[in-house]
């Protein structure tokens, strides 16, 4: 997402989840940001194990690896939070039954931190300066993770995210900021970009349009698109950014019913991308091919929400699928399951663990907790994740790929690339909406 972009109940169909939309504005060079550098500043001690102390001794070995997180249980990222924290819980008691780290056990220090970027800011810094946890991992959202990994690497604390892909993530050269997702917001359409490069010329969608939240992580993401495709010839008809706390979809429906482009790749989070479905089959125009970001990634509560049958044929780019045949996947797959009542796992469950299986396996490599050691092996190292392999930038940017997913009968099936495909079959064009 996701910068999700995350579920600690089981979802409530077909009545949508609460909205992340006043959250995600990109208010980020605001005053959290500037309480982060400030409280980060007044912590200013040396993180466990960066002068040799931090939990190496053979008395250590008693004692559990404490790892510090904060997380959105409340408040207008609860959904994605709660998911985060199922992937990050699913991944310590996986560990654990298996001897844990270093022969430690793993204790995770989860707080809330409420959806606020001044909340997150105090969390880490308690976590960091006064709890003094063995490693942090990061919380949900680009807006978060922005204010959250400038106390980290003011306190010499590795900072792995599993969700926070805005690119001014990575403009401040930070260097103890891993983000765990194959790809950052402007690269993650680029398989569909691909998908629509191999349509025979005449079969491409002609025309396009692109009405998007504004949202630190959809904007990069349709933006990226929407300059590829225009240089692939694909005419640009509309293209409008429409506030995060947009509830009434019925004026964007009626322009692109008027526009009649063949493809709209909507910048959604979750409700606006069901919101202009339903607007959209209300009016009784559907478009060639339907792109969104995140939105149909969240499952049930997606089919729930727009109708099981007018899924068809929708894309999106995700980080991971359950049906991925990665080491240890199907054993993720199945842990979930078994902890949370037979469901399966969300993309934010599964990007938090492989965020943890990130820093485990520096734990692992460098034999410790020193967090500049483990801060150098992961930039000179590849990850093995159940998202598929993970490497970095020097700036923390991560340099694989999405894969392009989309909804066929009822189902999520990866289409693209073709060596990570489960069905053959592309739908295009779109059926008409049910």
Request: hydrophobic share 40%.
């Amino acid at each position: 997402m996701t910068d999700q972009m995350s579920h600690p109940a089981p979802p409530q169909p077909p009545r949508l989840r609460t909205t992340w939309r006043a959250g995600r504005r990109l208010a980020l060079l605001g005053t959290a940001t500037c309480a982060a550098l400030l409280l980060a500043a007044c912590g200013g001690g040396s993180a466990p194990g960066s002068s040799g102390g931090g939990g190496d001794s053979a008395a250590a070995k008693d004692t559990p690896i404490t790892i510090g997180i904060s997380l959105p249980l409340t408040g207008d990222f609860s959904q994605p939070g709660g998911e985060a924290k199922r992937g990050y819980q699913v991944w310590a008691d996986m560990v654990n039954a298996d001897g844990g780290v270093l022969g430690r056990q793993v204790k995770l220090k989860i707080v809330d931190d409420a959806s606020n970027q001044d909340t997150v800011v105090a969390d880490y810094t308690k976590l960091m300066t006064q709890d003094k946890v063995d490693l942090v991992l990061g919380t949900f959202s680009s807006l978060l993770n922005f204010p959250a990994s400038a106390v980290a690497e003011k306190n010499g604390y590795v900072f792995v995210e599993p969700a926070g892909g805005a690119p001014n993530m990575f403009s401040r050269g930070f260097e103890y900021l891993f983000f765990a997702q194959p790809a950052t917001a402007p690269h993650q359409a680029d398989v569909f970009v691909d998908y629509v490069k191999s349509l025979p010329a005449d079969k491409r969608p002609q025309t396009a349009a692109y009405p998007t939240q504004d949202d630190p992580f959809t904007r990069p993401v349709i933006e990226s698109m929407q300059k590829q495709l225009e240089a692939l010839g694909v005419k640009t008809v509309f293209s409008q950014v429409y506030p995060a706390d947009t509830t009434n979809f019925q004026s964007i429906a009626n322009t692109l019913k008027n526009k009649k482009p063949d493809l709209i790749a909507q910048g959604a989070v979750f409700e606006d991308g069901v919101g202009l479905v339903r607007s959209l089959k209300q009016l009784g125009y559907t478009p060639k091919a339907l792109f969104q970001t995140s939105a149909p990634s969240n499952a049930g509560q997606y089919s729930d929400g727009v109708g099981a049958a007018n899924t068809e044929g929708v894309f999106y780019t995700v980080s991971w699928n359950e049906q991925a045949k990665t080491p240890l996947n199907p054993e993720f797959v199945a842990a979930y399951g078994k902890a949370y009542d037979a469901a399966l796992p969300a993309e934010d469950a599964a990007d938090a663990f492989a965020a943890a299986q990130v820093l485990q396996k520096a734990v692992e490599a460098t034999k410790g907790v020193d967090q500049d050691k483990i801060k150098d092996w992961l930039h000179a190292n590849e990850v093995q994740t159940i998202l598929g392999p993970l490497s970095w930038s020097a700036k923390g940017e991560p340099q694989g790929d999405f894969i392009l997913a989309q909804w066929q009968s009822g189902k999520v099936q990866v289409v693209g690339p073709a060596d990570a495909a489960t069905s053959e079959t592309i739908v295009y064009p779109k059926p008409p909406w049910s």
